[in-house]
């Protein structure tokens, strides 16, 4: 699988734009560019997954560099709800792919009120 | 509301005992899957299940068992031959495994804890 380079960590203010950056030079045509964020003691919940254009949802953007060899999340407006480890992901929609997605060690983001 | 439960959520048991974390899932999901994460760590997949009656190990499965017996439910049995078993456990589910690319559902997840 393909890897991902995330920074340990990040500091955001509440109601202030929060950037997570996701650097992934390895990653081949078929990758889809996954994001999953967890909560203290809870299970990932899905965020945002993108191809190569940029995506928008209810929860977040996906900002895909144009040779797709880095990405970014983009939280609009931090809550303190947002407080959570962030998975950048590559998964293989191609080929013997099954749907396997492997966690590294994530974005531990703190949101300060 | 359709989602993944599992239980229990705390689950204690002595060195050498089998035990056996639930997960049942309504989303009408064909793919379960089983991680497991150990603390300060990503995700670590144990087994998963593209349909009833099959499933393949994952990256870890050595000393853990799995049945698909029915389309909701995804049951993982830690055996005494697992080494280092006290982790947190959480299963998964997706519409499907391969093509194109689906999200999956976390359960709450089962931490278990082995003296």
Request: neutral net charge; glycine residues 8%.
């Amino acid at each position: 699988d393909a890897k991902t380079t995330q920074p340990n960590s990040m500091e955001s203010n509440e109601e202030e734009p929060v950037h997570l950056p996701c650097n992934h030079s390895t990653i081949s045509g078929t990758d889809y560019i996954h994001w999953y964020r967890q909560l203290p003691s809870q299970g990932p919940e899905y965020v945002i997954h993108g191809l190569t254009s940029n995506v928008n949802n209810r929860m977040a953007s996906l900002a895909i560099a144009e040779d797709r060899k880095s990405s970014t999340l983009i939280l609009h407006r931090a809550t303190l709800r947002d407080a959570a480890v962030y998975y950048c992901i590559l998964r293989s929609a191609g080929g013997t792919s099954y749907g396997k997605l492997t966690f590294g060690q994530g974005t531990i983001l703190t949101v300060h009120p | 509301d359709g989602g993944i439960t599992q239980s229990p959520k705390y689950l204690f048991r002595k060195e050498g005992q089998n035990v056996t974390l639930s997960c049942e899932q309504n989303l009408n999901h064909d793919a379960m899957y089983w991680y497991r994460q150990d603390p300060g760590q990503g995700l670590r997949l144990i087994y998963y299940s593209q349909i009833v009656n099959d499933f393949q190990k994952g990256d870890i499965a050595e000393g853990y068992s799995v049945s698909r017996e029915k389309k909701e439910s995804f049951p993982l049995t830690v055996t005494s031959a697992q080494k280092n078993p006290t982790a947190f456990y959480l299963c998964a589910s997706s519409k499907g495994i391969s093509g194109i690319s689906y999200e999956q559902y976390f359960g709450p997840g089962t931490r278990l804890t082995v003296t």
